[in-house]
């Protein structure tokens, strides 16, 4: 556990809460997860855990058209229409009185005060007429009854001018049963007043106006009989009477809609003993949400103590499964832990799965997706085998904290594994889609089956509802395939795509290689064929290991003529140079080589092979030259060995060691006379072994076994390069 109390992992661990904190903060984990899903068979009956209530939109929409009906109506008030019938009453009576003779015209104004003949009215003669005629005009020449007159109508019509007087044409605009109604008067002073509807109505106001009249007039007698003027005024009246109050319907719309809107949300309540759900029937959308405000309910009641102990159990199973990827971090893939951005490159997608499939969950049900494409992630960059526990973690924390059922976990768990199981080797894009296809078949079965066990009936939603993981299985496998080349840049991997890709002949790289260092360049395509085979033979990347021997040795193309594969017999740039000078020559490649291919943006694993794939050694030609130099000259400063090594990496990685040994071995080869099997062996074995003495595989983990499998695959190899060939006899001349 060294790697996890090393100082520098301080931060990797306060990475770790942090995340655990944000995932209990996105997930809500302080209260527990409704169970519930869409489609789900209850066995029994679900009784709410407290009573609560629900809002009631049927209740609701019954007690809005009850305030819309009760809403009062708005009337305009006209008062300009009773004024005009007053003025027009002063007018004719004054016109009567003032007659010099009874005549046509005087008939005619006269005869409008007195009811039409009808089966149920005998009419007055027209000496009748004319007599109270008379008996009008002596009773208007007393002094000042023309103004008693007029005010003594002002008086009786005065109340109903503020108030109004409702027609029946007008009445039956009225909306609603309300027993007022709001009267809005126009004007300089503008108002508005409620009104009880019986006030107002036309029939009611007649009568009322009938009585004040009557008392009225008679106050104007004085001793006389004016029945005849009583009687006459009462007709005129009546039949002139307007109705001065206009329907505002804007108006009464908006106090329809102030009504509405006034009415209170109506509830239902569910108490504890009545079920909320019924047996045997597939939860639908509306059951769904009644149980949701019976979850919410329930979480509202919890204590603090509850919710406090409930989110320590939740934060506990965070850390016990973070604990349990970082055991296995830290014994099989300790390479995420050496680096910060490695390490926050698992954390932070791993953890946004577990926050997104809580969301996806109670959403779709679509969590399948998301676990898939991450299982498919760590299965291309790390490793297959930890793609299993990361998705088994990932699968365990999405159920228990969106609440969903052993059918879910199972499903998700057997998905993920049959994805990452198929993941092996990736040649083709086909490839990740065929995965989701197989994947999907056994998200639908898995499903269907579980689901069954679990006691669920064999019906068509359920049947869907399997379908639907099918399909969300195929969907990750084609989001994946559009995903992956983003996924290897991020993480700086190569799959066999990309290596295909990249090991193309036509690679700019290799072009130029092959135009200026043909003998560099043949000596690579040997070398990548050897150590192809030999990476197979110990279950290393064998693909990876050859298109990394096409670009090893691309620094050479800059200095071609100081390499002895690009030199003819008898040209030699070494020969004027001093030893060290030569060193720094050769050692110079792999530093040009790397300048090279980030030029070019080659990948970094192709970067670590032009690296590493000399290591620390020593170039030994170089220095025994120099050693042999100083022996014959004694005044010669004694040989540093450092100046004639390498500047490393060591191999970090089984592939690059794979590498080094068939580069020694290729080049050694070519100085053989006779390239026999033993000869071919003991040249591997001793060139091998010189290495593991020297410490050049300290850092790549490979093992003895595996050694003694590269060199027995490299000699085959090498062997049948060089084997022997027949000798046919000369030519006879002609």
Known sequence: MSELSHPDKLLYLACALFAAMALWLVTGAWNPPMQYRLGYVPP?????????KVDDPQATRVAEREAENQAMSVYTNDTARLDQMRTRLQTTINQLTQAKQYDAEVER???EFF???DENTAPLTPEEREEQFKRLKELFQRENMHT?????????????????IMSQEQLDLKQGQAASIIVATAGPNPNQQIISLNDVLKAQVLESIRKSLKIQLQELAKGEEIGFLINTTDYWVEENLPGTLVFDNAATAKEREKAVDAVEVQQRSYPTKDPVVLAGIPLDDDDIELLRKEHEAYCMQRSFFSKTIYSLAILGMYYALGSL???????????ILKDLNEYLLFLVPTCAVIGLGYWFDDKWQAELV?????????SIVYQQEFALLVTACVSLAIVLTSGSSLTAFVTLAATCSAATLSMTRIRSRNKLLFVGLWAGVVAFTTKYGVSIVYGQPATWALLEAAAWQGIYAVSAGILMTVLLPFVERVYGILTDISLLELGDAAHPLLQKLAQRAPGTYNHSITVASIAESAADSIRANGLLVRVGAYFHDIGKMLKPEYFIENQNASDNRHDGLNPAISTLVIIAHVKDGADLARQNRLPRAIIDFIEQHHGTTLVEYFYRVASAKMEANPDEREVDEAIYRYPGPKPQTKEAAVLMICDAVESACRTLVEPTSARIEALVEELSMKRLLDGQFDECGLTLQELRQIQNSVTKSLTAVYHGRVKYPSSQPA
């Open 370 to 378: 998301l676990v898939m494409i991450l299982a498919m992630t760590i």
């Open 115 to 117: 009811p039409k003949a």
């Open 325 to 335: 990827c970082a055991v296995y971090l830290v014994f099989k893939c300790p390479r």
């Open 109 to 111: 104004l006269w005869s």
């Open 148 to 164: 008693a007159f007029q005010q003594s109508i002002e008086a009786t019509l005065k109340p109903y001018a503020s108030r109004g």
């Open 44 to 52: 029994a009956e679900i009784h709410p855990r407290v009573e609560f």
